[in-house]
C-alpha cells in the first residue's frame, strides 16, 4: 500500500514533467549562439560553487571527501564543458558535397536524471549540461540520501540557465523522491530519454520503463600489471585512482594482478605510495564487512581506511590510502573479488600475462562486464592481446582506471556515465555525452539511377515459365472467392524456381 510520500512524489514526477514539457519546447527553438552561453554561464556557475557543493555532498551523504568531490565538480565544469562547448547542436551540423548528404540533429525531448548518493552533484552538473546543450529539459529524481546537494545543485545549474536566456523550468529536481515516484517519472508519456546513474536493480528498472534509456553497469575493474611495466609509475597510478574520493567512482581499480617474478617489487612500491598489505588476520577481518546478505555492505562505501579500520578493532596510520589483501578465489561470494566502492583492493599473483589475462576476465565476468579494465606495460604485443580479449568497453593503458575512464587523462570522451556496451546490458559502450541527446535526421539527395537489370532478368526468367495447369488447381468456393490449399502454393512455388534456374 502507497504512503502519502508515495502519492506526493508521483503527482510531483507529473507536475514537473508538465513544466518540462513547455519549457524544452521554447528552448528548442533557440539558435545555436544563445543554446552556448546557456552552456557556459552554466559550467562557470558549476565551477564557482565546486567546493561549496562539494562539502555539502560530504556531510550529507557521509560518502567520499571534499577535497576529491570538488575535483569531481570541477571536472564535469570544465572538462566536459570544454569537450562539448564547440559542438553543433542546432540544425544543420553536417553537409557532405559529394555523398549530397545533410544531418539535421534534433533534441529528444524531455530527460528523466536518476541521480546516485555516491556522485550526486558532479552527476548533476554533468547531466544538466549535456541535456541543455543538446537543447532537452531535465528532471532530476536524487537518492533520496543525497536530496538537499542535489536540490542545491540543480536549482544552481537552473539559475544559471534562465539568466542566460533559457526559459524557466528547463532544469528541475524532485523534492520528494520515492520508488514510486521515480518510475513515475521513467514511465510518463511526457518523458523522452532516460539518463539512469545508480545501482543495478535502478538500471534494470529504468530498462524496464519502455523508455529509450542509456544506463551504467557495475565495475569491478581488474588491472594487470606486466613485468615490463614503469613499477614504479604504475603503483603511484593505481593508489591515487583507488584512493580517489575513497573508491566511489565505479571505473576505480578492484583487482591488482601482478606477475610473481616482479609482486615483491611492486607491494614495495605501492606501500610507498600509501597502501598497507594486511596479514592474514587483518585481511579476515576486513572481508567479514565487505559483504552483508550477499551484496556489498552500504557501511563501508566511500569510508577512508581508518573508518573501515575502526568498524572491525583495528587501527591504520593516518597516511595510508588504501588497504590491500592478498587473494587467491574468485566469484561473486569472495568479498576481495567484487566490486567494493571503497580504498579495498584485491592482489591477485599470477605466472605469465596468459594466466593473468585469465584472471582479468574471469573479475570482469563476476560483476564487470563491459566496464573498463588497466593495463601496465610497456609490450604493445601484450597490450593488444589483452585489449583483444578483456569484455571491456575502456581499455586504460598505464593510467589510473578511475581518471582514465571517466577521459580525465586520456583522450576518450569526457563523461560521468560510463556505458557497458551488451557486454552489461547497456545501450551503448560509449563515454555518454550531448551527441548521446538528439536525433539525427539525414536528407539524402538522389545521386544515380536504379539498376534494373536484376529485376529485368528475373521478369525474363519468369515470362518462360510453364504455368499451365496452374489453374486446374484454383477452385472458387460457395461465396464465390478464388481458393488454392497451402500445399498446391509450394508446389507452383517449386515449380517457378526450378523453371527461373
Same mark, same amino acid.
Given at each position: 500500500?502507497?504512503?502519502?510520500?508515495?502519492?506526493?512524489?508521483?503527482?510531483?514526477?507529473?507536475?514537473?514533467?508538465?513544466?518540462?514539457?513547455?519549457?524544452?519546447?521554447?528552448?528548442?527553438?533557440?539558435?545555436?549562439?544563445?543554446?552556448?552561453?546557456?552552456?557556459?554561464?552554466?559550467?562557470? @556557475?558549476?565551477? /564557482?560553487?565546486?567546493?561549496?557543493?562539494?562539502?555539502?555532498?560530504?556531510?550529507?551523504? %557521509?560518502?567520499?571527501?571534499?577535497?576529491?568531490?570538488? #575535483?569531481? &565538480?570541477?571536472?564535469?565544469?570544465?572538462?566536459?564543458?570544454?569537450?562539448?562547448?564547440?559542438?553543433?547542436?542546432?540544425?544543420?551540423?553536417? =553537409?557532405?558535397? &559529394?555523398?549530397?548528404?545533410?544531418?539535421? =540533429?534534433?533534441?529528444?525531448?524531455?530527460?528523466?536524471?536518476?541521480?546516485?548518493?555516491?556522485?550526486?552533484?558532479?552527476?548533476?552538473?554533468?547531466?544538466?549540461?549535456?541535456?541543455?546543450?543538446?537543447?532537452?529539459?531535465?528532471?532530476?529524481?536524487?537518492?533520496?540520501?543525497?536530496?538537499?546537494?542535489?536540490?542545491? #545543485?540543480?536549482?544552481?545549474?537552473?539559475?544559471?540557465?534562465?539568466?542566460?536566456?533559457?526559459? @524557466?523550468?528547463?532544469?528541475?529536481?524532485?523534492?520528494?523522491?520515492?520508488?514510486?515516484?521515480?518510475?513515475?517519472?521513467?514511465?510518463?508519456?511526457?518523458?523522452?530519454?532516460?539518463?539512469?546513474? %545508480?545501482?543495478?536493480?535502478?538500471?534494470?528498472?529504468?530498462?524496464?520503463?519502455?523508455?529509450?534509456?542509456?544506463?551504467?553497469?557495475?565495475?569491478?575493474?581488474?588491472?594487470?600489471?606486466?613485468?615490463?611495466?614503469?613499477?614504479?609509475?604504475?603503483?603511484?597510478?593505481?593508489?591515487?585512482?583507488?584512493?580517489?574520493?575513497?573508491?566511489?567512482?565505479?571505473?576505480?581499480?578492484?583487482?591488482?594482478?601482478?606477475?610473481?617474478?616482479? @609482486?615483491?617489487?611492486?607491494?614495495?612500491?605501492?606501500? /610507498?605510495?600509501?597502501?598497507?598489505?594486511?596479514?592474514?588476520?587483518?585481511?579476515?577481518?576486513?572481508?567479514?564487512?565487505?559483504?552483508?546478505?550477499?551484496?556489498?555492505?552500504?557501511?563501508?562505501?566511500?569510508?577512508?581506511?581508518?573508518?573501515? +579500520?575502526?568498524?572491525?578493532?583495528?587501527?591504520?596510520?593516518?597516511?595510508?590510502?588504501?588497504?590491500?589483501?592478498?587473494?587467491?578465489?574468485?566469484? @561473486?561470494?569472495?568479498?576481495?573479488?567484487?566490486?567494493?566502492?571503497?580504498?579495498?583492493?584485491?592482489?591477485?599473483?599470477?605466472?605469465?600475462?596468459?594466466?593473468?589475462?585469465?584472471?582479468? #576476465?574471469?573479475?570482469?565476468?563476476?560483476? %564487470?562486464?563491459?566496464?573498463?579494465?588497466?593495463?601496465?606495460?610497456?609490450?604493445?604485443?601484450?597490450?593488444?592481446?589483452?585489449?583483444? /580479449?578483456?569484455?571491456?568497453?575502456?581499455?586504460?593503458?598505464?593510467?589510473?582506471?578511475?581518471? %582514465?575512464?571517466?577521459?580525465?587523462?586520456?583522450?576518450?570522451?569526457?563523461?560521468?556515465?560510463?556505458?557497458? +556496451?551488451?557486454?552489461?546490458?547497456?545501450?551503448?559502450?560509449?563515454?555518454?555525452?550531448?551527441?548521446?541527446?538528439?536525433?539525427? /535526421?539525414?536528407?539524402?539527395?538522389?545521386?544515380?539511377?536504379?539498376?534494373?537489370?536484376?529485376?529485368?532478368?528475373? =521478369?525474363?526468367?519468369?515470362?518462360?515459365?510453364?504455368?499451365?495447369?496452374?489453374?486446374?488447381?484454383?477452385?472458387?468456393?460457395?461465396?464465390?472467392?478464388?481458393?488454392?490449399?497451402?500445399?498446391?502454393?509450394?508446389?507452383? =512455388?517449386?515449380?517457378?524456381?526450378?523453371?527461373?534456374?
Amino acid at each position: 500500500m502507497m504512503t502519502d510520500l508515495d502519492l506526493l512524489s508521483i503527482q510531483e514526477a507529473r507536475n514537473l514533467l508538465q513544466k518540462a514539457k513547455e519549457a524544452q519546447k521554447k528552448l528548442a527553438e533557440l539558435p545555436q549562439d544563445q543554446i552556448d552561453r546557456i552552456v557556459e554561464c552554466m559550467a562557470l @556557475k558549476a565551477e /564557482k560553487h565546486a567546493s561549496f557543493l562539494a562539502r555539502m555532498a560530504t556531510e550529507e551523504t %557521509g560518502f567520499g571527501n571534499e577535497t576529491d568531490k570538488t #575535483t569531481k &565538480n570541477l571536472f564535469a565544469a570544465k572538462e566536459v564543458y570544454t569537450a562539448i562547448k564547440d559542438m553543433k547542436t542546432v540544425g544543420i551540423i553536417s =553537409v557532405d558535397e &559529394n555523398k549530397q548528404v545533410w544531418e539535421i =540533429v534534433e533534441p529528444v525531448g524531455v530527460i528523466a536524471g536518476i541521480i546516485p548518493s555516491t556522485n550526486p552533484t558532479s552527476t548533476i552538473i554533468f547531466k544538466s549540461l549535456i541535456a541543455v546543450k543538446a537543447r532537452n529539459a531535465i528532471v532530476f529524481s536524487p537518492h533520496p540520501s543525497a536530496l538537499k546537494c542535489s536540490l542545491e #545543485t540543480a536549482k544552481i545549474m537552473a539559475n544559471a540557465a534562465q539568466e542566460a536566456g533559457a526559459p @524557466k523550468e528547463i532544469i528541475q529536481c524532485m523534492e520528494y523522491p520515492s520508488l514510486p515516484g521515480t518510475k513515475e517519472l521513467m514511465s510518463h508519456k511526457l518523458t523522452d530519454m532516460i539518463l539512469a546513474t %545508480g545501482g543495478p536493480g535502478m538500471v534494470k528498472s529504468a530498462y524496464s520503463s519502455g523508455k529509450p534509456a542509456y544506463g551504467v553497469g557495475p565495475g569491478n575493474v581488474p588491472v594487470y600489471v606486466h613485468t615490463s611495466a614503469n613499477l614504479d609509475q604504475a603503483a603511484q597510478h593505481i593508489i591515487e585512482s583507488k584512493s580517489f574520493d575513497y573508491g566511489t567512482i565505479c571505473a576505480s581499480e578492484q583487482a591488482v594482478v601482478v606477475e610473481r617474478e616482479i @609482486k615483491q617489487a611492486f607491494i614495495d612500491k605501492l606501500k /610507498k605510495y600509501g597502501a598497507y598489505l594486511l596479514s592474514k588476520t587483518e585481511k579476515e577481518k576486513v572481508e567479514s564487512i565487505i559483504l552483508t546478505g550477499g551484496t556489498l555492505n552500504s557501511k563501508i562505501v566511500g569510508k577512508s581506511p581508518q573508518a573501515i +579500520g575502526k568498524m572491525v578493532g583495528l587501527s591504520f596510520p593516518k597516511d595510508v590510502k588504501v588497504l590491500v589483501g592478498e587473494e587467491e578465489k574468485i566469484g @561473486k561470494d569472495v568479498p576481495f573479488a567484487v566490486e567494493k566502492l571503497s580504498p579495498i583492493l584485491a592482489l591477485y599473483t599470477v605466472d605469465g600475462w596468459e594466466e593473468g589475462c585469465d584472471v582479468c #576476465t574471469r573479475l570482469l565476468e563476476i560483476g %564487470g562486464l563491459g566496464h573498463t579494465f588497466g593495463i601496465h606495460c610497456k609490450d604493445h604485443a601484450v597490450i593488444n592481446a589483452f585489449a583483444l /580479449k578483456q569484455p571491456a568497453s575502456r581499455i586504460i593503458v598505464n593510467s589510473g582506471t578511475t581518471f %582514465g575512464g571517466i577521459g580525465a587523462t586520456t583522450a576518450i570522451f569526457p563523461s560521468l556515465t560510463l556505458g557497458c +556496451g551488451s557486454y552489461g546490458n547497456n545501450i551503448t559502450s560509449d563515454n555518454i555525452g550531448a551527441q548521446h541527446l538528439m536525433n539525427v /535526421k539525414r536528407v539524402a539527395f538522389g545521386i544515380r539511377e536504379m539498376n534494373y537489370a536484376a529485376k529485368n532478368e528475373i =521478369v525474363q526468367s519468369t515470362e518462360m515459365t510453364d504455368f499451365s495447369g496452374i489453374e486446374k488447381k484454383i477452385s472458387m468456393d460457395q461465396g464465390g472467392n478464388f481458393t488454392i490449399s497451402r500445399e498446391e502454393i509450394a508446389e507452383i =512455388v517449386k515449380r517457378i524456381l526450378a523453371d527461373m534456374k
